[in-house]
Nanobody, 117 residues
């Protein structure tokens, strides 16, 4: 099992930036997928950015150029930074992890991001 604790988000001005953190309860070396998804009201949850197979990153096309995912292995934490926020970036942002060798997805509780104009 792995527990994920997210922080960050909240109310952000359009054009501003946000930084989200996701801390895992176990070493990242035992986690082969960890990253961020978002879900807007009435829409399906979708990829923002993830680490796969250790250090490989995968970004959604919609965020390329505005999104950066990075990690601090010593803190078991993955960070998401997003710049030049738009109203359509408003959503619940969820951290996801998958333990190496297991098919189950673990999710954090999610952090709401609201973008004000």
């Amino acid at each position: 099992q792995v527990q994920l604790v997210e922080s960050g988000g909240g109310l952000v001005q359009a054009g501003g930036s946000l930084r989200l953190s996701c801390k895992a309860s176990r070493s990242p070396f035992s986690i082969n997928v960890m990253g961020w998804y978002r879900q807007a009201p009435g829409k399906q949850r979708e990829l923002v950015a993830v680490f796969t197979s250790g250090s490989t990153t995968n970004y959604a096309d919609s965020g390329k150029g505005r999104v950066t995912i990075c990690r601090d292995n010593a803190k078991n934490t993955v960070y998401l930074q997003k710049h030049s926020l738009k109203s359509e970036d408003a959503a619940g942002y969820y951290c996801k992890a998958k333990i190496a060798g297991y098919d189950k997805d673990y999710w954090g509780k999610g952090n709401q991001v609201t973008v004000s104009s």
